[in-house]
């Protein structure tokens, strides 16, 4: 079975402060993605990477950046966290043979006061 | 980019009754048509998906349709028991992109026993 694990499941922190949310999976994958989940709005992908050290944006990466320095680790960094920033974050992983089914992490959420 | 819109967002059904929810996608060149069904407090999974080379797959109580004309496809849950209740995701990939993918909003899905 894949396995994809995020650090933590609740979080809180105050404004201003550098977030630094964890995503690990086990199953060799080639891709991992970053999203974040608002009701009413679905998954809306932050930033995703091919392989290690590489990365593009997805379609809502302001204040948002990422790092990829092992293959079965994506971290997704809030430099400076704001209130507009409180969502799930959902990491996911996918093998990279193509498109292909996205394995997703069980979320962390997060909570900027 | 590309524009995945799902409709309805609610839908409540009785027990053993059909649910149909439906997706329109903007990219003629979006291949790919994933499903992802996500149980509350849980992650989302993928239920089914299916690809533009084929119009229809069915995997026992549930089956998606796609029309690549009319660019939109749809899941159909035959049966419906209170274990399908959860919030159904739609996505189409990108086009040009093997990796990426554009979600809908979401539709809650209830069902009555």
């Known amino acids: 079975d894949v396995k994809v694990t995020q650090s933590s499941r609740y979080l809180v922190k105050r404004t201003g402060e550098k977030v630094f949310l964890e995503c690990v999976q086990d199953?060799?994958?080639?891709?991992m993605f970053w999203y974040r989940q608002d009701p009413g709005l679905g998954l809306r992908l932050i930033y995703f990477?091919?392989?290690?050290?590489?990365?593009e944006k997805g379609d809502i990466p302001e204040g948002y950046s990422v790092s990829r320095e092992k293959k079965e680790r994506f971290s997704l960094i809030l430099e400076s966290a704001s209130t507009n920033q409180t969502s799930m974050y959902l990491c996911?992983?996918?093998?990279?043979?193509?498109?292909?089914?996205?394995?997703f992490g069980p979320g962390t959420r997060l909570t900027v006061t | 980019g590309e524009n995945v819109e799902q409709h309805p967002s609610t839908l409540s059904v009785q027990e053993g009754d059909s649910a149909v929810i439906k997706c329109t996608y903007s990219?003629?060149?979006?291949?790919?048509f994933p499903w992802y069904k996500q149980e509350l407090g849980k992650r989302p999974q993928l239920i089914i998906d299916?690809?533009?080379?084929?119009g229809e797959k069915k995997d026992q109580r549930i089956a998606v349709t796609l029309n690549k004309t009319a660019k939109h496809f749809s899941l159909h849950i035959t049966e419906t028991q209170p274990e399908d209740s959860a919030v159904y995701f739609c996505?189409?990939?990108?086009?040009?992109?093997?990796?990426?993918?554009?979600f809908g909003k979401g539709t809650l899905l209830t069902v009555n026993p």
């Open positions: 996911a992983s996918s093998a990279g043979t193509g498109i292909d089914e996205q394995y």
């Open positions: 199953m060799d994958h080639e891709n």
């Open positions: 990477s091919y392989d290690v050290k590489m990365k």
């Open positions: 990219d003629s060149a979006s291949n790919y």
């Open positions: 299916i690809r533009s080379n084929v």
């Open positions: 996505a189409a990939s990108i086009g040009g992109s093997n990796y990426k993918l554009t």
